[in-house]
Structure formats: C-alpha cells, structure tokens
T-cell receptor, first 118, second 116 residues
Framework: AQSVSQHNHHVILSEAASLELGCNYSYGGTVNLFWYVQYPGQHLQLLLKYFSGDPLVKGIKGFEAEFIKSKFSFNLRKPSVQWSDTAEYFCAVNAMRVGTDSWGKLQFGAGTQVVVTP | NAGVTQTPKFHILKIGQSMTLQCTQDMNHNYMYWYRQDPGMGLKLIYYSVGAGITDKGEVPNGYNVSRSTTEDFPLRLELAAPSQTSVYFC???????????????FGPGTRLTVL
C-alpha cells in the first residue's frame, strides 16, 4: 500500500516569509497528487492538484507545487505568506493503476500545522 | 449549491450507544466518502460508495456501517460506540473516483464526535 509523508508537523513563520512544505509518497506508479488546506474551524478545501502535464502546478491564493517524479515528491510553496495562511495543510495521493487497493482512494499525509505570526 | 452538508456538527455519545451521522450532497456526484480525522494522523478513509446501493470498506471500517439508498445521501452509522471513535468525521463527494482524471473531492464541514 502507498504511504504519504509530510516532513514537518508544525511550522511557525512570520508574515512575508517564504513557505515550503514537503510531501513524499511511496507509490511507484502513476499518481494523482493534491494539496488540501483546512483553515481553523473550517472543512478541507482544495489548494491545487496535479494529474498530468506541467509538473509545476499553480493553485489558489498564490500557492504552487512542484511534482518531481524521480524524488516521489510534491512540495508546496508560497513565496510570501500572510497571517490568513494560518491553517493545516494536507498532501494527498492516489494511485492511477486500476486494480490496486489504492485506486480511487485518497491517501492523506498526517498534515502540517502552519502558524503565521504578524 | 450547498455542496456537502453534514449533521450534527457536534455530538457527545455515551459508550455503547449508537448514532447516525448524516451526509448529503447536491452536486449529483456518484462517489461519496467518509473519513475520520485524528490529531497528527491525517484523514483515514472509513467507507466509500461508488453509487446508490454500492459501498465498500476503506482503511478503518471496524465499528461503522454505511448505506447508500440515494445519490444524495450517505449516512454513517456507529454501533456500540467506543472511546476510540472519538474523532472528527468528514464526508466528501466527487464526480468520479479520485483515481481518475484527478477528480476533486469536496468535503463537508465535519462532525465532531466525543464518546464518553
């Protein structure tokens, strides 16, 4: 079964600092990749997704992520964070290969809690 | 569209009691999912459904049951609640299975359940 690892559980940074959150997955086949965000007291919302094409994906609110197939990584970045980016961020992966027990199911990482201080 | 709605938002259950968490979506999505979220553990898939009348187990199905009699509704039932089922439960839906075409899952606001 595939697994998803997020390197940092908690990140604290100041406004205007740059953010990079790491995500690695273990599955060797073709995958779809997602970053979701959960703002305090709210439900999960999609930030961006990758399923084919340009490995640099741009999402909402100035976020982007780069898929590096050779490194099994899908790191999330934002050049300059704001206080409103305080949230928990989840990386999610699912396998594209029909017949595997991961097909059609999202595997989530444990999440990274990001706190942006004014 | 309301999207995915869940009721209740909060609930306290006694050990051994049963209850049903409700989930409804108005996007005519075929696929629906139930997750639980525990601190530091991410989201774990409990059950999912690929259409009315068809359900399947996810990663952590023990202690739960589901049914899907309509496209819109996907209730989750807890039988004989245990403290280990204290969690936040999220329902989600998607047009296609998340395995195909990068389909996005849309999440409900969650139900915070405490079992004492």
């Amino acid at each position: 079964a595939q697994s998803v690892s997020q390197h940092n559980h908690h990140v604290i940074l100041s406004e205007a600092a740059s953010l990079e959150l790491g995500c690695n997955y273990s599955y060797g086949g073709t995958v779809n990749l997602f970053w979701y965000v959960q703002y305090p007291g709210q439900h999960l919302q999609l930030l961006l997704k990758y399923f084919s094409g340009d490995p640099l994906v741009k999402g909402i609110k100035g976020f982007e992520a780069e898929f590096i197939k050779s490194k099994f990584s899908f790191n999330l970045r934002k050049p300059s964070v704001q206080w409103s980016d305080t949230a928990e961020y989840f990386c999610a992966v699912n396998a594209m290969r029909v017949g595997t027990d991961s097909w059609g199911k999202l595997q989530f990482g444990a999440g990274t809690q990001v706190v942006v201080t004014p | 569209n309301a999207g995915v709605t869940q009721t209740p938002k909060f609930h306290i259950l006694k050990i051994g009691q049963s209850m049903t968490l409700q989930c409804t979506q108005d996007m005519n999505h075929n696929y629906m999912y139930w997750y639980r979220q525990d601190p530091g553990m991410g989201l774990k898939l409990i059950y999912y459904s690929v259409g009315a009348g068809i359900t399947d187990k996810g990663e952590v199905p023990n202690g739960y049951n589901v049914s899907r009699s309509t496209t819109e509704d996907f209730p989750l039932r807890l039988e004989l609640a245990a403290p280990s089922q204290t969690s936040v439960y999220f329902c989600a839906s998607s047009y296609g299975l998340a395995g195909g075409r990068g389909d996005t899952q849309y999440f409900g606001p969650g139900t915070r359940l405490t079992v004492l």
